[in-house]
């Protein structure tokens, strides 16, 4: 019996090609989005999941509680120990303190090569390793870490820096002024770990490279290279531990108007939760899965209309079995073999695509997934699910319509619409489609919008023709002028400033402020931008109230911004010139002699920030040089001979600023391109069913064309035939699209507080998009059926 169906389903196909053609396609470009999307799911979701008992793995967090609350991953530099000697909540506790972007130098023979691990170092307490599942193939895992000067480092940065020699007892340098000693391998790490440092130095170390960091009294301030790790005890919470976290605050912080609270996250929300820097929040992921149902739902609803239309066709073949003797169910599992053919092809082809998509993917996610077919069983599951559901969801109600026709009917060929579910079914399944196409294409409008408002919005300072140069370790004030002196005498370099960071960063020092010689600190805390004299007109900052700050090398006065003067309840800019501010806990003290106009110190997701610029020499780490940009790559050619002319032993790096600012929306730049690949999936799915529907809607208009024309009807009124039904549905198909987008795209633009309104032409241009692609998906077969001889029209029938 199956060996019939089989049979009769392909010499079904093979009869009706461009049917089956137009079902393939949009089956496997659905298919394919939908193993990719299943993919990349059950890629995030595996994150650090190999680890042994991670449901008792957690890190502490900090909320820190002011005029607002911000959260950070990171905790004040003595809580780990603190937390390890005071109570025995913790099986293992481990402190681990991770420093990016490091240069890195070994010796080789008599040359010394130098690189930048980008993922720099972390100096580690060997506890780390007895928490986390990360295996050491080489080295005694109770010694490797437990001497000054020590580090382990993963298989790949073995190969990397000593090539094919036994690593063990080499040495490296790191920063060219602490040398380690390899004492042991670790297996690289999975592609599903948030962690890929590969360099782990041993913990008493860290006093050598950075000596607050190192402190058991640092309680004063939180830095982000600092985490703690814990290993809870069976059966302890994490709600009992945090508990007895308020002691610390009290003990340690009793006066701070930045009040902490320690929080215990679980290992399996750290890659998830965004408000601690998790990458990928699950709220995306559920709209990857849904938009991937949605193009799997559009590509069956177009099987369900051709298959439907297709119908009369196959009526007398319908009638002729019934009157031979088949039954119901014998018809029905005939037409659902025909479709799992069609979706068995659709799904080997989707499986081509996706592998072939996978490297973009990749690409645009910066992640290494893979296709298995041999060895990932759920994949496969996925797919052959994904058949299945495809198979019974498109094939059920056009084979009960099949099998429910009448035989003298049939035989007849009496059939009309109704009898095969009526125009009205089809109707409200093209609405469908267009309407998740228009959800998607005013879903794009608005992402693109908002990216180019974020991209050319004025930010308060200039970010174009400035070029970004990282101080080289260990540069001190003195050589730090004379580089910037032979930075200015470059004929294309119109401005230079030293500074920590540049006016928008996502990396920042914020900190306590005192104003005016008050009795407490102020409730909000302010972001410190260390800089030169040059900062101001380098960056063409605005003065709204006094004047710049004059060159010094440590605080002798400061300039703050507008938010500043809001914050504490002033009205004018000119009440605050004059007055005394004292930041870090009394270390940095100045009067302010000047009030810069409002610019965006962070993202377009954040608000803007009170800050004081202020000349604090120790803490620059970059150069900001203004170029001509007439002559840009014989100026910076000329950059790099200085640099590294000075500093020879080190790696020269630039960046522009422009660049550095797109950076904030790495993840809506790729929301638009997964957006625009699905909306052009999405529209191409529906032109297909579009294409198929109206070349079936003009055969059976045909000899209705022809009377039409022989008794005057003109081409303009033949077109508005089929044009007046489509466009009642691109309608209404937008009256359902319009308000769900708008509620989806109202939700995701309040996650910047600075944002652009959706307007009325978002709208205007989602639905004139639609109706061009739809005019000219039909356009032909219809321009063609009325241009057709009325003769050749009524003898076809």
């Not at 064309?705 to 044009?723: A, P, Q, T, Y």
Request: net charge positive; charged share 20%.
């Amino acid at each position: 019996m199956l060996k019939n169906y089989l049979k009769i389903a392909i010499r079904n196909l093979q009869r009706n090609k461009v049917y089956a053609l137009i079902n393939v396609m949009g089956l496997a470009l659905s298919m394919s989005c939908g193993i990719l999307i299943f993919v990349l799911v059950k890629h995030h979701l595996s994150f650090d999941n190999f680890h042994q008992n991670s449901n008792r793995i957690y890190r502490i967090v900090t909320e820190q509680h002011r005029d607002n609350i911000s959260y950070t991953f990171s905790v004040p530099n003595p809580l780990g120990k603190a937390f390890r000697n005071d109570y025995t909540f913790g099986e293992k506790v481990a402190r681990i303190c991770t420093f990016d972007e490091q240069l890195i130098t070994v010796k080789q023979g008599n040359e010394i090569k130098k690189f930048r691990d980008e993922q720099g170092v972390a100096f580690t307490e060997p506890e780390f390793f007895d928490i986390f599942n990360y295996p050491l193939l080489q080295g005694d895992k109770k010694t490797v870490l437990s001497e000054p000067n020590t580090a382990i480092i993963t298989e790949k940065a073995a190969k990397k820096y000593f090539g094919d020699e036994n690593p063990i007892n080499k040495t490296f340098k790191l920063d060219n002024r602490i040398e380690f000693k390899v004492t042991g391998i670790l297996k690289n790490f999975p592609n599903n770990s948030d962690r890929q440092t590969d360099i782990y130095a041993s913990y008493p170390t860290l006093k050598s490279y950075n000596e607050w960091f190192a402190s058991d009294d640092s309680w004063g301030g939180i830095a982000s290279p600092m985490q703690c790790f814990v290993l809870l005890r069976p059966g302890i919470s994490a709600a009992q531990v945090e508990k007895v976290m308020p002691a610390y605050v009290k003990k340690y912080r009793p006066t701070s108007k930045n009040v902490h609270h320690y929080k215990f996250q679980p290992l399996a929300e750290m890659h998830f939760d965004a408000r601690y820097s998790g990458p990928m929040e699950k709220k995306n992921l559920w709209v990857l899965s849904f938009i991937g149902m949605f193009l799997i739902i559009t590509a069956c609803v177009n099987f369900i209309n051709l298959a439907t239309a297709q119908a009369l066709k196959r009526s007398k073949e319908v009638g002729v079995r019934k009157v031979l003797g088949s039954v119901r169910m014998q018809l029905f599992w005939q037409f659902i073999s025909e479709t799992g053919l069609i979706s068995l092809v659709g799904g080997a082809v989707a499986i081509v695509l996706a592998i072939a998509a996978l490297p973009y993917v990749n690409t645009w996610f910066s992640s290494q997934i893979s296709i298995s077919l041999v060895s990932d069983w759920q994949l496969m599951l996925f797919i052959v699910s994904l058949i299945v559901v495809v198979t019974l969801f498109s094939g059920s109600y056009p084979g009960l319509i099949l099998a429910g026709f009448q035989p003298v009917l049939a035989l007849k060929g009496k059939l009309s619409q109704q009898n095969i579910g009526g125009f009205n079914t089809r109707r409200t399944l093209i609405i469908t489609q267009f309407a998740i196409s228009q959800v998607l294409i005013i879903g794009m409008v608005v992402i693109a919008r908002q990216m180019k408002y974020a991209q050319k919005s004025d930010l308060g300072f200039e970010k174009d023709a400035i070029v970004l140069v990282p101080m080289a370790t260990g540069t001190d004030l003195n050589r730090q002028k004379t580089l910037k002196n032979q930075f200015e005498s470059i004929s294309g370099v119109e401005e230079v400033s030293t500074f920590f960071r540049p006016p928008a960063s996502s990396s920042n020092w914020s900190t306590s402020v005192r104003f005016d010689n008050r009795a407490e600190e102020e409730v909000f805390r302010v972001n410190v931008k260390s800089a030169d004299e040059q900062y101001v007109p380098t960056f063409g900052l605005e003065i709204v109230a006094g004047r710049n700050v004059f060159a010094a090398d440590s605080m002798r006065e400061c300039v703050v911004n507008e938010t500043f003067v809001r914050k504490l309840n002033l009205t004018s800019p000119q009440e605050v010139i004059g007055k005394i501010v004292s930041m870090d806990g009394g270390q940095s003290t100045g009067p302010i002699v000047g009030v810069v106009k409002d610019f965006h110190d962070r993202s377009f997701h954040e608000e803007i920030n009170p800050l004081c610029i202020t000349t604090l020499g120790r803490n620059y780490e970059m150069y900001g040089l203004k170029l001509n940009m007439a002559n840009a790559q014989t100026t910076l050619a000329a950059v790099e001979k200085i640099w590294t002319k000075a500093h020879p032993d080190q790696i020269y790096e630039h960046q522009f600023l422009d660049e550095r600012i797109a950076r904030f929306y790495e993840t809506e730049s790729l929301m638009l391109k997964l957006i625009q690949t699905f909306s052009g999936i999405a529209i191409f799915i529906g032109c297909l069913g579009l294409y198929g529907l109206v070349s079936f809607m003009v055969a059976q208009k045909t000899k209705e064309i022809g009377i039409r024309k022989v008794l005057g009807g003109s081409i303009s009124n033949i077109i508005w035939i089929f044009g007046k039904e489509f466009s009642r549905l691109i309608i209404i198909a937008f009256i359902v699209a319009a308000p769900l987008a708008w509620w989806l795209m109202n939700g995701w633009l309040q996650d910047f507080k600075f944002h652009i309104d959706i307007k009325p032409e978002v709208f205007i241009l989602a639905i004139a998009s639609t109706f061009v692609v739809a005019t000219l998906t039909v356009g032909y077969q219809v321009i063609k059926a009325a241009l057709m001889n009325p003769v050749k029209s009524l003898k076809s029938e």
